[in-house]
């Protein structure tokens, strides 16, 4: 799989844009703010740790969004440090946290299988209402591009008129064509024509939108899953990823949410958005903790650069410093 990051062309201006950590940790300030920060004021001219301050960390790791599980473990961990002696210091415990957290982040990204000679690499996105997929599909097509790869849009979601249009605006804008047919068409089909016009133009990557409707409507997951059918079909081995978008403002809701599609479709990854408007960021941790899926992309603004590979080492640093 590329990796999907813009490169500089020549001619640009000479000043360098803000570095990519400075705009993570900027994304990420509420966050910071909300965790790291919370926990440093615990800290700050502690001298001993002991339960009540072992009670207000875990106070503050479960409402940064973490979870019961990540949480508890990481408290488990900071005891038996403590009583090992190993963990006699304010500033050690923070640093345990930290790096325990790291690990949490530090899922394994098995390798798919890719696409044979002439065959288009094919995503299929996924994810509620509000979620922001639409836009998410714009900047994955945006920044394939930018590579120097041929991109198609599939609006597979029929149930919405504003849905197709939308895309359809997207596509316009980035410069991607978009396979689409009229609202209440069945989605599976436009599918069907979405890939056999990727394979007959041989294109790069497919980009597949799909309906957001309520994860609990179990209509709708037999919907995705159909069409998850009709690729295989039309293209084995394909979809090489199915990517779920979670909001990451809504915290613990996200990883229910996880956990349904995941059951439905097996997802290959998981992508985090509006991480720049929330205190909630802990929720990175909370799933890659429980669903062992790996984060693939993280949303941390609205310019279609702020959608970045997701990197554990940057992300922590970004909180923790």
């Known amino acids: 799989m590329w990796t999907f990051y813009r490169k500089k062309e020549k001619g640009e201006e000479q000043a360098e844009p803000k570095g990519f950590l400075s705009r993570l940790r900027e994304g990420l300030s509420k966050t910071r703010t909300g965790l790291a920060g919370r926990l ?24 940064s969004d973490l979870g019961v599980a990540a949480t508890r473990e990481l408290i488990e961990t900071v005891q038996a440090g403590v009583a090992r002696k190993e963990l006699d210091q304010p500033e050690k415990l923070r640093k345990a946290l930290k790096e325990q957290i790291r690990q949490f982040l530090d899922v394994v990204d098995i390798p798919h299988s890719m696409p044979g000679p002439g065959e288009p690499y094919v995503i299929m996105v996924i994810g509620v209402n509000g979620v922001g ?16 790869k041929t991109v198609i849009f ?3 979601d029929t149930f919405r008129a504003a849905a197709i249009e939308q895309l359809q605006v997207w596509g316009d804008r980035v410069g991607v064509e978009v396979i689409k047919q009229k609202q209440g068409s069945d989605p599976s089909a436009v599918v069907f024509d979405g890939l056999s016009s990727a394979l007959a133009k041989r294109i790069d990557v497919v980009l597949i939108d799909t309906a ?15 069409i998850n059918r009709v690729i295989k079909r039309k293209l084995p081995g394909a979809p090489h990823e199915v990517w779920l978008v979670l909001d990451a403002t809504t915290g613990q809701n996200a990883v229910s949410q996880a956990e349904i599609f995941h059951k439905a479709l097996g997802l290959t990854g998981i992508i985090l958005t ?22 693939k992309f993280i949303g941390i603004g609205e310019k279609m650069d702020d959608l970045r590979p997701f990197n554990a080492p940057d992300f922590v640093d970004a909180i923790f410093g």
């Open 133 to 148: 997929k639409t836009t998410t599909i714009a900047k994955l097509g945006y920044q394939a591009r930018e590579q120097g």
């Open 274 to 295: 509006k991480l720049d408007g929330t205190a909630k960021g802990g929720i990175v941790v909370g799933i890659c903790r429980q669903m062992k899926i790996p984060i």
């Open 154 to 156: 599939v609006a597979g």
């Open 40 to 63: 440093d004021n615990l800290l700050y001219g502690k001298k001993q740790i002991d339960e009540k301050l072992l009670e207000q960390i875990e106070e503050i790791l479960f409402t």
């Open 212 to 226: 957001g409707r309520l994860h609990t409507k179990s209509n709708l997951m037999e919907e995705l899953e159909k």
